[in-house]
């Protein structure tokens, strides 16, 4: 299958007087990689360094504090296991099963062994382990994210509703050209991104991207790019995509922050794309990366421009996509430590 190729020249503030390109292969799979030879930010900012330490799930290192894990309470470990389901190893909640040995395991559990104990093979029955479940009523426990960060303390039944919403949680990778399983704190991911994806890394907080495909009517679920910006101390990812929404072949851009929806809010953001005298514009607040790629993208919050209408913008005999978006990233609150709001770069 031919290769499709896609350049993408940026321009971003900061004094650079040429544009940077970047060119992606979209390999047959559906899937676009970006290959550069460097990273500008790599010499110019050490938040980019490799050096610089990272924390992956399963450090015990808290972000937040760069405290070491046992400096946090620990979770009273036997009572813990007593509570801990030996099929899934997850902790037990109502209704917890034992068989006529004993022998506990969670509700979910109980199914998939087909009503069987996996530890001595006894059928299970439906009895359960009320004392266990007593038991578990008395417990308070530290969140299981203490050794990154997180100071709180549960009975054990809130423990698991806060886990689910936990500040200090680790974040899935926002890259969305493959499905990555990385998780971890944002200077980790921010690295991953840089290293194992070599995603293209900007500092700046106006943008201004042009965008080429040789046969647009070719449109498959596909990411096309991923940037990263670093403003205001903060990172953000740049998306423009390809896919079909219902029966129409679209392009879409928008845009995520590395961090909590509750910091997300306090940026906006604005996209602008045009040619031949028209022009789209979007304005918005980015999105966290807690919320996945797909999320975002279904729910349509973004510059979404048509086909026909990206070939017009594209200008010529619309056998070729070019399409220049701009935009600029800004901070709603007032007290702004790196000098207030950006002024959009919009030069072409």
């Not at 390109?21 to 559906?30: D, T, V």
């Not at 390809?242 to 928008?254: D, S, T």
Request: proline content about 7%; charged content about 20%.
């Amino acid at each position: 299958m031919e290769l499709d190729s896609i350049e993408c020249v940026s321009t971003v503030d900061g004094g650079a007087d040429e544009d940077r390109e970047i060119r992606n292969l979209h390999h047959g799979g559906g899937n676009l990689h970006n290959h550069h030879s460097h990273h500008p930010l790599s010499h110019q900012h050490p938040q980019f360094s490799a050096s610089k330490p990272l924390n992956p799930i399963g450090a015990n290192v808290s972000p937040a504090t760069n405290i070491m894990g046992p400096t946090a309470i620990p979770p009273a470990t036997s009572v813990h296991e007593l509570l801990e389901c030996p099929v899934c190893t997850n902790s037990m909640y109502p209704p917890i099963h034992q068989c006529h040995n004993g022998h506990t395991l969670c509700s979910t559990c109980k199914t998939r062994v087909h009503n069987r104990c996996p530890t001595c093979r006894q059928e299970l029955g439906d009895i359960r382990c009320l004392a266990l479940e007593k038991v578990a009523e008395s417990l308070e426990l530290p969140c299981k994210y203490y050794s990154l960060g997180c100071p709180e303390i549960f009975p054990y039944y809130s423990k698991l509703k806060h886990e689910t919403i936990c500040n200090f949680r680790p974040y899935n990778c926002p890259y969305a050209g493959s499905e990555c399983s990385i998780v971890g704190d944002i200077p980790f991911l921010v690295s991953h991104l840089r290293d194992d994806h070599k995603v293209d890394m900007h500092t700046g907080c106006t943008f201004n991207h042009r965008y080429v495909k040789s046969n647009p009517r070719e449109v498959e679920n596909a990411t096309w790019m991923l940037t990263v910006f670093h403003c205001f101390g903060q990172y953000f990812c740049l998306h423009f995509e390809a896919f079909q929404l219902g029966m129409a072949p679209v392009y879409m851009a928008f845009l995520r922050f590395m961090g909590d929806e509750a910091e997300a809010r306090n940026y906006s953001y604005s996209l602008e794309v045009g040619g031949n005298g028209r022009k789209l514009t979007w304005e918005g607040t980015p999105r966290s990366i807690r919320d996945s790629h797909r999320k975002v993208r279904d729910s349509h919050d973004g510059l979404i421009i048509q086909r026909n209408m990206a070939l017009f913008f594209s200008g010529g005999d619309r056998k070729e996509l070019k399409l220049r978006v701009t935009g600029r990233i800004w901070k709603e609150q007032q007290n702004n430590p790196d000098g207030g709001v950006c002024i959009p770069n919009l030069n072409s």
